[in-house]
């Protein structure tokens, strides 16, 4: 998460202060009484009598970051990389590598703030509950889980308040710059077309070590042996995810530098020129973008059919669906009773299902009597289009759970769409957009980041 301060410019002067040595006085223990006779000891000096209570790490612009901010957001990265199962980079390491990724977002809040970018609070308790929903639980239990896990909840909504800003100023810095011709959809369409059944699809983790526009030709040559460096230890049996978690300035690096499976469409010609003869596991040569220097790993390859887009007939389903979510006053068990009864009350009591939609789901689509409308393949989360295409038209399924909770769904209708030609061009005009917007913004953030004064302290 984003950790950042709440009220930075108000506090600026206090963490100034704390940092050039502002400190708090430790209370002395009382002394015993010391005979008359007795001469004074001599004064302990002021120093020993005083304990720090935090300093600057870091100046971004005219805002400053705190160790106490620092020490935070390493340890939740450390939980992170605990759950994703890759292994922790040294202490020091870790905490360059996270301390940049907060003056990345530092940087960025910053702008939004002085563009007028804000998020008001009915967006964030609204992004909280989903949150909440998507990890099945209810709010209070999601915010007793947080503080189990040692995290504030008030500085948890500050951060998802930061993620919202940082998405709209995204979105309005370089998501709608995004143009997208008919032309290149045209190609698009003809590109997926022609994949044949030997076409395939790359899942790639990178490396990158990040050069600023002004650096010098000593600077590209430091960075450039740092790189081959890299590179003869990752070959050499280094863990490729530690090092990007330690070392790597894209965004991915924290997720062990993975890209996910792109076509190769979808890379850069740089990229795929690195990996097509790589078997999965190896690690390609060093590659020079403008950006900087990447080490690249093929992690997988396969099929790149079932990725393509639908050029033939489509199956489309009617559906529509009762939805009931888990909380404190209706267990699971409940949930799943309730379900089967409302199923019972259709199958054996002739009882209206869109009626019953209309009185008992707390689904969006309940005022229209759980009507979802026509879906084509993929248009749901799997575990619902699974338990949808197993029903025929008019049947019910048993209680069925997704990340949204838990649903009856009723097939209604099948049909077969001819040739779905403006769904492919919307769809190829999202995942063109969608490229666009990834290199974009990579750019964006670098840009931002060379123009960013930034006054280190992490080693005072």
Not at 14 to 20: D, P, Q
Not at 216 to 236: F, S, W, Y
């Amino acid at each position: 998460m984003k950790l950042t301060s709440a009220a930075r410019s108000a506090a600026f002067c206090l963490l100034a202060a704390i940092s050039t040595g502002a400190l708090a006085q430790a209370a002395p223990a009382p002394a015993p009484a010391a005979p008359a006779a007795a001469k004074p000891a001599p004064a302990a000096p002021a120093r020993a009598q005083l304990k720090l209570l935090d300093r600057i790490v870091a100046v971004v612009n005219d805002e400053a970051i705190t160790l106490n901010e620092l020490q935070l957001r390493v340890r939740i990265t450390e939980q992170q990389l605990k759950r994703q199962n890759i292994p922790s980079p040294p202490a020091d390491v870790l905490r360059r590598q996270v301390l940049e990724r907060m003056i990345i977002d530092r940087a960025q809040l910053q702008l939004a703030r002085e563009t007028g970018v804000r998020v008001d609070d009915a967006t964030v308790n609204a992004a909280i509950a989903r949150i909440a929903e998507q990890n099945n639980t209810t709010l209070p239990m999601f915010r007793e889980r947080l503080e189990r896990e040692g995290l504030s909840f008030a500085r948890f909504r500050e951060d998802v308040r930061d993620d919202i800003i940082m998405a709209r100023l995204r979105d309005r810095e370089v998501d709608s710059r995004i143009q997208v011709s008919e032309g290149e959809i045209d190609n698009f369409l003809a590109a997926q077309a022609g994949v044949e059944a030997g076409a395939v699809e790359y899942d790639i983790a990178q490396i990158l070590l990040r050069v600023p526009d002004n650096a010098t030709t000593e600077r590209i040559e430091e960075m450039r042996k740092r790189a081959e460096q890299l590179l003869g230890e990752l070959r050499g049996g280094a863990d490729f995810a530690r090092a990007a978690a330690s070392y790597s300035n894209a965004p991915e690096a924290l997720q062990g530098g993975d890209l996910g499976w792109r076509t190769a469409e979808r890379l850069p010609t740089l990229f795929l020129d690195a990996v097509k003869n790589l078997k999965p596991g190896e690690i390609g040569p060093i590659v020079r973008s403008p950006g900087g220097f990447h080490i690249l790993k093929l992690i997988g390859r396969r099929n790149a059919v079932e990725g393509k887009l639908a050029t033939g007939p489509v199956e489309q389903t009617h559906v529509r669906h009762i939805l009931l979510r888990v909380s404190d006053l209706t267990p699971e068990a409940e949930v799943k009773r309730r379900l089967n009864d409302l199923r019972e009350r259709v199958l054996k009591g002739g009882q209206d299902f869109g009626q019953l939609a209309r009185l008992h789901s707390v689904d969006g689509s309940a005022t229209r009597g759980g009507d979802l409308g026509w879906l084509y393949p993929g248009d749901t989360v799997p575990e619902f289009e699974r338990a949808m295409n197993r029903l025929k038209p008019g049947e019910i399924s048993e209680p069925v759970q997704t990340p949204f909770g838990w649903h009856l769904i009723q097939v209604l209708e099948r049909r077969t769409e001819a040739s779905p030609v403006e769904r492919n061009r919307f769809t190829a005009r999202q995942a063109l957009r969608d490229r666009k917007s990834d290199e974009a913004y990579q750019e964006w953030i670098r840009q931002l980041r060379d123009r960013t004064y930034v006054e280190y302290r992490l080693e005072d």
